[in-house]
Each structure stands twice: as C-alpha cells, then as structure tokens.
C-alpha cells in the first residue's frame, strides 16, 4: 500500500530487498504468537497469550464468588473491594484459584482480606471473613440484580 | 499461489515516509498509554494478591511506588524522543555524536517501560490484554530505527510484520470464541448475558446502552455476529490492502461499543490499529499539495468528448485558479505522465506535481480541494481513508450514468470493455 488509488505508481522504495534477518525476526514472532494460541501457556508467557476474549459461554446462569464480611454485632454485608485500593481490585481472579488451594493456602488468601477489611471497616467492624462460591441467575430485565440460588462456604477466617 | 506470493505486497508496503509515520504514531501509543497508567497505586498489592507472570518471576513483590513511577517517567521521556523524532537527522556535534543512539533506543525504551509496568499490573491476577497488542505489534518496529539521511532501505517488512500481528490478534480472538463456545457466540442469548453479568461487575461507559442491549436479544445477537465476523475476517487486511480502512474504522467501532457497554479500556488496540491500516501519509501529502493558498499545480486529466466531464473540468479551473491545471485527455502526453488510455476513459485522474497519479473518487478529493473554500473541506473528507469503500462505488456508480447526468451525452458512455459497465 503506498497509498495511491488504482494506477498509482510503486514508490521507489519498493524496489530494495528487506535485510535477510527480517523474515526469520518476522517468523519468530508470528510463530510464538501462533504456539501461545495453539498450546495456551496463559499467564505464564505474557505478553504472549491465548486471547480468551469473552471466548467462554455465559448463560442466565453463573456461579462466582462472594466475600462477607461479619461485623461483632452479628451483621454480614459484602466486603467493599472498591474501598481496599487497586492492589484487591482482581480479587475474583485470586478467588477462582481457592477450590484448587490447600487449606493453608485458602487461609493465607483470607486473612489477606480480612487485615485489608479491618483497614477500612476497623476492627469491630470484622470479626470474621467468609468467602462463598454463589450461583446466580439472571433476571428478566438487565436493570435488574440477579437472584441468588445456591451458595457454599469456601473458607471462612478471623483477621 | 505460493505464501510468498500472496504476502509479498505486505513486505514491499513502505517507504520511508510511511515508515516514519507508522513509527512515531506507535511511539506516541506507547507514551499515552504510559501517561495514562496510573502505575503507582500498583505498590498497594499485597503479596498475598500478586502472581507475577513468567516474565517478572525474578520479583518478590510489587516495587515500592517511587520505582514505578521512575520507570513509568523514564518510559514517557523515551516515547517523547522517539515520536519528536530527534537524532534522527543529527545536525549539531553533540546530536551527531549520540543522535543515532537516541533515535534508535528511545523507542526500545519506552517499549520496555511499559512492557514491565504492564506486567507488574498483570501481576494482579488477572491476564491483562489492553496492551497486548500495541506491544507485540510493535516488536517488529523497535528493530529498524528511522533512516536519517542513508541509502534507501526496505522498510516495508517491518510495518507488514506488525499488521500481520494485528491480524492474527484479532483472528485468535474469534477463533477462541469458536473453540471455547461455537457459533452460539453469536447465535444464541450469550452476548445478551455477556452484557447482562458485565453490568453486574464493572462500571460501563455507558450503562444504559448496556442495559439496552441486554434487554434486546435480536441486538445483542446481531453485535455478536458483527464482532465475530469482524475478528475472523481481519486477516483479509494481509491480502487485500483496500479494506484497511474499513478495518480501522470497524476497530474503532468495536473498542468503543466494548468502552460503552462494558467499560473495558481498549483504545491501545484501537490507536495501534489506527496508526498501522490506513496509509496515513499518502493523505496527507495530497493535503499538502492542495490546501488553500499553496500554489502547486496539479493536472486534472478528464475526458474531453464528454460534456458532462468536461462541464464539470471547466467548473474546476474557474475556481482552482493557479492551483489546478485541467486538460483533456486527448491533448496530452500520456505515456509521460504514467497513464494509459484505458484507464483516462473510465475515470478521471489527478497528477500531483510530483507526478504521483491518483484516479477516481481520489482525483475528485484533489480536484476540490485545490478548488478551496468550503470544497476543500469536502475534498478533505472524500479522501479519508475509512470512507474509501463508500467513495469509490459512490464514484463508480455517477461514472457509469454520466450520460445520463446534466449536460451528459451518448459520448460520455463509458466503453464497453469497463468492468464497472452493467
């Protein structure tokens, strides 16, 4: 393309050879790109990826996450992820790993949270983190919240 | 039809112009994405929350805020160099002595700043892929440094490497979506809940366009078919340098509707595909030649034994003064000017005073714009690279019926042998 319409004349550049280095640094890269796709390595070989893109299914239904938060006084409300700072802003990513976790593994994740909950909520404010896989189904409308239909305690800890 | 036969055009797709553009402008992305990054707040990640990727698994913790930040000014310093352009053409003694230094690591530089603060905040747990592209994309360009004042050079494979990138990018994204959900991606509610389960979780840039799609299934189903069709077919920017535009301009289209309904950050890919499709310079060199007040002459090559064409040629020279010559093709040497009478019969063409020729809806866009004022403005736009594939059938169909348009005749028939003839 040198940016001429039909019957534009090749600019004079056209006429020089690329370097011989330049097929195979061109391959290299291309080739990577196609094996990160073909056998996905995912994080490990970042920038490099698989370019899952919204490529998973969703459906009216979908199982997550949810942290709770219990006050001392018996209250639960959800843990305020937005009020912890960017370094808990992937917590769902981090959540999906704790099925697979050991116990002590789960723990560690936990406490994690509950000292960054005790940070924003003080310490009356948490005497206790539960984390719980919840399965939620769309309602009619997008204005709408979801309902939940299922939920499991995955691990619970004290600050 | 061997690969390399197919591909070769991509390769020989430069001059240093070009080259220059397509450089700086991923320079500039590189910079605004690194001025935008807010990298700091990255230092608040607890260890317990950081998985670092293969690339930074010689860390053991997220770097305190000042060494983000130094990184992150460092980066945007280089990025400032590279797209100013200095060293390039060294002049003074100190440029001359490190100006090929600069020219050439400043945009290395810049990559490798952002390459490791977008790491660090892939770190958090979740695959960023906002600058995957614009990173690997540009892998190819951090090689060759802009030429100064050396021998010509081919600098075409290294911006055909970095659009091959972007295709396959766009490419493996839509296959992804093949493997993991077949075509009920598009064909079935999945877009609609896509939307509905993203307003749930993120902030979108424009909730109620969310909410609207969510809520009309035969919408969402035709985004999805849009988006699919859009990614598998982006491969054809390889072969098919014509639909480039249209590609930007549907990249544009994507990113944005991806900015509005689900408030995901994707103008590093739309910028990177921006500066890499359309032939930035080549407009720009037409500007140059026919914006008002400059006096460079271009011809306007039109067909004399039509009246129509002729009407309209006249209509030109009143107007264009100086700075447009017109003549009939008949009157004129064409050989010398690098046209066949072929293609003077079907179209009409513009001769730069360079001598670049540009036919059709093309030469129309010079045409106005060297006639000024307000057609100028109308030339400007015609010429815009995303509405080339209106512009020319638009122009193709008027050609076709110019006998029947006022002051036409039965000479302005186009031949028989025009593919564009019925």
């Known amino acids: 393309m040198t940016g001429g319409g039909p019957g534009e004349r090749a600019t004079e550049d056209q006429g020089v050879r690329p370097p011989v280095w330049a097929g195979p640094v061109a391959g290299l890269l291309l080739g990577a790109m196609v094996v990160a796709f073909v056998v996905p390595v995912r994080f490990e070989l970042w920038p490099l990826t698989s370019w899952e893109l919204f490529s998973r299914p969703r459906a009216s239904e979908q199982a997550g996450y949810q942290v709770e938060v219990v006050a001392t006084d018996g209250t639960t409300s959800p843990l305020p992820f937005d009020r912890l700072g960017r370094g808990h802003r992937h917590w769902r990513a981090f959540a999906v790993t704790l099925p697979a976790a050991t116990p002590a593994e789960r723990d560690r994740r936990c406490r994690s949270w509950a000292t960054a909950a005790v940070g924003v909520l003080g310490a009356e404010g948490v005497a206790e983190v539960r984390v719980l896989r919840v399965v939620k189904r769309a309602a009619d409308r997008a204005a709408d919240p979801p309902r939940i239909v299922d939920r499991q305690v995955l691990v619970r800890c004290r600050p | 039809m061997t690969a390399a036969r197919v591909l070769g055009p991509l390769w020989a797709d430069g001059s240093d112009r070009r080259y220059r553009i397509v450089r700086r402008g991923l320079a500039l992305v590189v910079g605004l994405r690194l001025l935008f990054g807010s990298f700091a707040a ?152 896509v939307m509905y389960w993203s307003a749930q979780t993120s902030r979108p840039g424009v909730p109620v366009l969310t909410e609207l799609v969510a809520d009309h299934g035969w919408l969402a189903m035709a985004i999805g078919v849009l988006t699919l069709g859009f990614e598998l077919g982006f ?137 000024g004022g307000p057609w100028w403005v109308l030339g400007t736009v015609l010429a815009l690279p995303p509405l080339g594939p209106i512009a020319r059938p638009a122009y193709a169909l008027v050609a076709r019926h110019r006998h029947r348009l006022p002051g036409g005749t039965d000479a302005c028939r186009l031949p028989t042998s025009h593919p564009g003839r019925p």
């Open chain 2, 42 to 193: 990255l230092a608040e990640q607890p260890a317990s929350q950081t998985r670092f990727p293969g690339l930074l698994r010689w860390l053991d913790a997220v770097p305190p805020a000042p060494v983000l930040v130094a990184v992150q000014a460092a980066g945007l310093l280089a990025a400032a160099v590279a797209v100013s352009g200095w060293g390039v053409r060294a002049t003074g003694p100190w440029a001359r002595r490190w100006g090929g230094a600069v020219a050439t690591g400043a945009l290395p530089l810049a990559w490798l700043a952002l390459l490791f603060l977008t790491a660090v905040k892939t770190s958090g747990g979740k695959i960023q892929h906002n600058d995957v592209l614009l990173l690997l994309a540009a892998v190819p360009v951090l090689l060759v440094p802009e030429n100064g004042t050396g021998p010509r050079r081919n600098v075409g494979w290294p911006i055909g490497a970095a659009i091959a990138v972007a295709a396959l990018a766009y490419c493996f994204t839509g296959v992804a979506k093949l493997i993991h959900t077949g075509p009920s991606w598009a064909f079935s509610d999945n877009v609609r809940y």
């Open chain 2, 235 to 371: 491969p054809a920017v390889l072969v098919l340098p014509r639909v480039r535009p249209l590609f930007a301009a549907g990249a544009v289209a994507l990113h944005t509707g991806t900015w509005a309904t689900l408030g995901i950050d994707y103008w590093g890919w739309t910028l990177t595909v921006l500066v890499l499709l359309p032939d930035w310079g080549g407009e720009a060199r037409a500007v140059r030649y026919a914006r008002p007040g400059v006096e460079a002459q271009g011809l306007l090559v039109h067909d004399g034994d039509c009246a129509f064409c002729t009407r309209t040629a006249t209509w030109v020279a009143r107007r264009a003064g100086r700075r447009a010559t017109v003549a009939p093709w008949a009157e004129l040497d064409l050989a010398a000017l690098g046209l066949t009478q072929d293609q003077v019969l079907t179209e009409v063409w513009w001769v730069d005073p360079d001598g670049r020729t540009v036919g059709g809806h093309r030469a129309v866009a010079r045409a106005l714009r060297a006639v």
